[in-house]
Every structure is written in C-alpha cells, then in structure tokens.
C-alpha cells in the first residue's frame, strides 16, 4: 500500500505508529490546534516549535493528526491519508452520553476522567448549539461508529504565548483543505476563489463539534480556538455560526 499525502505537503514525517489502513469513505475534515503545552515544551527546549512538534506526533504512543500546519505555512504530513489516525477518538462513556440526547449530556462536564452531571444545562455548550440547531448531539454530524475511521485531521500548530494563529497559517490550512475537499469528493471545487467553492458545513468540524465534554471550558468549544475557525471558515465561504437574528 503506498501512502497517499496531499500535494501541499512540505514535508512527511511519518508516523512510527503500526496503524490500521482506512477502510470507509473520508465523510469529513476536523480541524485541532495542537493546544499551547506543546509550544511550552519546544521553548523550553529551545527547539522550533514546529520540529518539535512533529517529531512528538511521530512517536510510537502519540495520537496524532494526518497533517500538521505551521505558522509560515509549512505543512507537515504526519500520518497518510489513507490510514487511520487517532485524532479525535470519542470514548464509550461519552458515547453513551451524547446518545441520550441534548438535553441529557449538555448537563455534564469532564473532571479528570470523570463524566460529572452538574443537574442542569451548562453554557459552555452554548457555542455547539448554536452550530447546529436541530441536531442532538456529536452523534448526527458523522455516521459511522468512530469518527477516525470516517475523518481526516488537520492540527494548527499552536500560537506562541501571547500571540494568535497567523494569517498565513490559516490562509494555508485552507489550501489543504481545498485539496482534500475536491480529492475526497466533500464539495465542490471548480477554482480557488470563494465563490467557486460550495462545501457543506458538515464537511468542516472542529475537533470541539464532535466531541464537546473534552474539548470545551467555561469558555466554550476550544478546539481549535473560535477566532482561527471562523477565519478559516471566512476564506472558505463555509458558514461557521448562524448570523444572529435581525431584531
């Protein structure tokens, strides 16, 4: 089996991970960042980010993305294509949870690896549901029993502390994102303008739309960070939130 990497890829490090070959049809692309712990590492390492990055996600026992995007644009293939990566695994107890409906799993919160029930509906989920009115749960964005098996997962390298994901990064992230859109048949892509560009919401999550209990604080959905998202969704014409009403 060769590997099948996309062709804005600068560079491949390839998983040391034995992985399972994909064995469903790509139904979506989720987008991460690669959170700031990692960023903390490499400085204190006094490495580049990016290297150190990638070489923590080639490693044996690490969960990792197919791609990883750095700050200058640089793209680094991390797992190919046509393998299985574990990037947004969600666990059988939050399963169970989010099977129950909204109502049920919006009133519990991760503590640990405890599933806590607060007894009432916590904000932290409002941002999930304002993205999808009308769905349930996790659960109706992606059909099929793991989302890994059905997905492909992009990583924003993180910010450096203090900072925001460059413009550059994200004007990239959606270069790769159009190439997988139109490989995978996600969308249609008759150019590289907005206006020739018609892909589905669905086709676009973020690692925090399908699984939410590990990736939201009091914030909101973190994952990737609600600014980078809808900047990338901007470039790519996808609708990220419902526009508010008009009052």
């Known amino acids: 089996m060769s590997d099948v990497w996309s062709g804005n890829v600068a560079r491949v490090d390839r998983t040391q991970r034995d992985l399972p070959a ?13 959170g700031s712990g990692i960023i903390g590492k490499a400085l204190k390492a006094n ?24 700050y200058d644009g640089t793209i680094v293939g991390t797992v190919p294509e046509n393998v299985t990566a574990y990037h947004a695994g969600v666990g059988k107890s939050r399963r169970r949870l989010y099977a129950k409906g909204s109502d049920h799993w919006r009133r519990f919160v991760a503590k640990g690896r405890e599933l806590v029930d607060t007894g ?20 109706d964005l992606i059909d099929g029993a793991s989302v890994n ?34 490989r995978y048949d996600l969308g249609t892509v008759a150019g590289s303008l907005v206006e020739e560009l ?16 590990s990736r939201s604080s009091k914030r909101g959905g973190w994952d990737p960070p609600a600014y980078a998202f809808r900047a990338l969704c901007a470039q790519l014409g996808v609708e990220s939130w419902p526009e508010p009403l008009q009052s």
């Open 198 to 213: 018609e892909i589905p919401k669905t086709a676009i999550l973020r690692h925090a739309d399908v699984d939410p209990i």
């Open 120 to 139: 009432q509906i916590q904000s932290r989920y409002d941002d999930w549901a304002e993205r999808w009115p009308g769905k349930a749960s996790p659960l």
């Open 47 to 70: 490495a580049d980010p990016l290297d150190y990055a990638a070489a923590y996600y080639a490693r044996p026992k690490s969960y990792a993305s197919h791609y990883l995007v750095g």
């Open 22 to 34: 994909r064995s469903k049809a790509v139904q979506a692309l989720i987008i991460h960042t690669t």
């Open 149 to 182: 098996s059905v997905s492909i997962g992009i990583d924003l390298l993180a910010p450096l502390p203090g900072e925001r994901h460059p413009t550059t990064q994200i004007m990239w992230a959606r270069a790769l994102v159009i190439d997988l859109v139109d």
